[in-house]
């Protein structure tokens, strides 16, 4: 949940500040699985259990880069990123992604939101850019730090 006062006519001054955190979501062997059979990516890594025990250095299954990735829409929705007033949300891209730590089976995953611009662009439109970085539960080094954009749509 965002402070109290973020709103759309409070954006420029939230320009810099740190949005809020997201709470904990498990990314379980399922969740994985499922990962994969939608991408086809079923690397043993990540997708075979007893393999991985024997021959990963992570002694478990992680989850796939991208599935991590494509948790944060949901973690920055529950920060509360987009104000009150806005009729569309649309993603407008990303401008970094640096993956920084495997995310094991079972592990417990937030994200932590930073707004780093705010930038109006004519016509209703509002280009928001977060920085949002994953953390693991116990873990120093998070899982990834990426830029994000989206566009407001007023």
């Given at each position: 949940?965002?402070?109290?006062d973020?709103?759309?006519?409070?954006?420029?001054?939230?320009?810099?500040?740190?949005?809020?955190?997201?709470?904990?979501?498990?990314?379980?062997?399922?969740?994985?699985?499922?990962?994969?059979?939608?991408?086809?990516?079923?690397?043993?890594?990540?997708?075979?259990?007893?393999?991985?025990?024997?021959?990963?250095?992570?002694?478990?299954?992680?989850?796939?880069?991208?599935?991590?990735?494509?948790?944060?829409?949901?973690?920055?929705?529950?920060?509360?990123?987009?104000?009150?007033?806005?009729?569309?949300?649309?993603?407008?891209?990303?401008?970094?992604?640096?993956?920084?730590?495997?995310?094991?089976?079972?592990?417990?995953?937030?994200?932590?939101?930073?707004?780093?611009?705010?930038?109006?662009?004519?016509?209703?439109?509002?280009?928001?850019k977060?920085?949002?970085?994953?953390?693991?539960?116990?873990?120093?080094?998070?899982?990834l730090?990426?830029?994000?954009?989206?566009?407001?749509?007023?």
């Amino acid at each position: 949940m965002p402070p109290p006062d973020y709103s759309l006519a409070t954006l420029p001054d939230f320009v810099g500040r740190a949005l809020g955190v997201s709470g904990w979501l498990t990314v379980d062997q399922a969740r994985i699985n499922a990962f994969a059979a939608c991408t086809g990516d079923r690397q043993w890594i990540h997708t075979d259990p007893e393999r991985a025990a024997r021959e990963s250095p992570t002694g478990t299954t992680i989850a796939h880069g991208l599935l991590t990735l494509s948790l944060l829409p949901a973690l920055r929705a529950e920060v509360g990123v987009v104000p009150g007033g806005v009729a569309r949300v649309l993603n407008y891209g990303l401008d970094r992604v640096r993956f920084l730590a495997p995310v094991r089976s079972g592990a417990r995953i937030r994200a932590r939101v930073t707004l780093t611009s705010a930038e109006p662009k004519g016509e209703g439109r509002i280009l928001l850019k977060t920085e949002n970085t994953v953390e693991i539960e116990g873990e120093d080094t998070p899982a990834l730090v990426a830029d994000s954009l989206v566009l407001l749509v007023l």
